[in-house]
């Protein structure tokens, strides 16, 4: 697990490569999509946390002109907005809908959204050894989920910005924003969109140092980096790249996928 690759954010924590051992899961073959967790919706009634704080993240050139003009952006990060009125069903904010998205995956979710969604299916969110085992595919030590090239063939393999980050996107993979969650070929154990698409929540809890007894952090991991990568600034595609927010963030480009203790089916 791990890699001690140069390209790697010093502060992510990647390295060192060790030997980590994990027990029989399951985890599922694509992102929770917006389909799914609508049918969780409709049953519970649940309103996720940017519903109730009443604004999330988006990206600033999915924005009509007057929506970026007054919606407040980060200084670290201007490409993102946060608007009003945006969550899961209403991607771009008030206005927006899912029409033609019910196979991409959810987004607007904080971790906090995908652990109720989990409890409601009887699941849970793989931890990131788990993840990071799945993502590979059987490959040991390759950079992406199919090997060390990114583009195989010329071919493109995932859900990333190619271009000017963040000026402009040539989307020479397909899409501009989110991909359906079985778009591109899936790796050596039939898992879809492990690199790109949308970041997947962890169940851990951020470290970078490792720790056996588990971190102590309120922060969780999140991994497989999203459509927004770019190796000008975040090439957090590659499998062993990580990161970390808070369990009630949410933004446009962060999901997850779901895991089970070991079961046959």
């Not at 996107?169 to 039939?190: I, K, L, M, S, W």
């Amino acid at each position: 697990m791990g890699s001690e690759d140069a390209d790697a954010n010093p502060g992510d924590g990647e390295g060192p490569v060790r030997a980590v051992t994990v027990g029989p899961f399951a985890i599922d073959r694509h992102c929770v999509t917006n389909d799914r967790f609508a049918a969780f919706v409709e049953a519970t009634g649940y309103q996720t946390d940017a519903e109730r704080f009443g604004w999330s993240y988006v990206f600033a050139k999915f924005l009509p002109g007057e929506l970026r003009r007054v919606s407040p952006r980060p200084d670290i990060t201007p490409w993102w907005c946060g608007v009003r009125g945006a969550y899961w069903a209403a991607p771009e904010g008030s206005g927006s809908g899912l029409s033609g998205r019910g196979d991409h995956p959810v987004v607007h979710v904080s971790w906090a959204d995908a652990v109720a969604f989990c409890t409601w299916e009887g699941a849970r969110l793989p931890t990131e050894a788990e993840w990071e085992y799945a993502a590979r595919g059987g490959l040991e030590q390759a950079r992406y989920p199919w090997g060390d090239e990114l583009t195989p063939g010329g071919e493109h393999r995932c859900n990333i910005w190619q271009g000017r980050f963040p000026s402009h996107n040539t989307a020479e993979d397909g899409y501009v924003g989110t991909a359906p969650v079985t778009a591109y070929e899936p790796n050596g154990y039939g898992l879809h969109n492990v690199a790109g698409n949308v970041w997947e929540w962890c169940a851990d809890r951020w470290a970078t140092d490792h720790p056996e007894s588990g971190a102590k952090g309120t922060n969780r991991v999140m991994r497989g980096g999203s459509y927004l990568c770019h190796d000008s600034y975040c090439n957090r595609y590659r499998v062993a790249a990580r990161t970390g927010n808070t369990p009630d963030s949410s933004g446009g480009n962060t999901g997850f996928r779901v895991a089970w203790d070991h079961r046959d089916e």
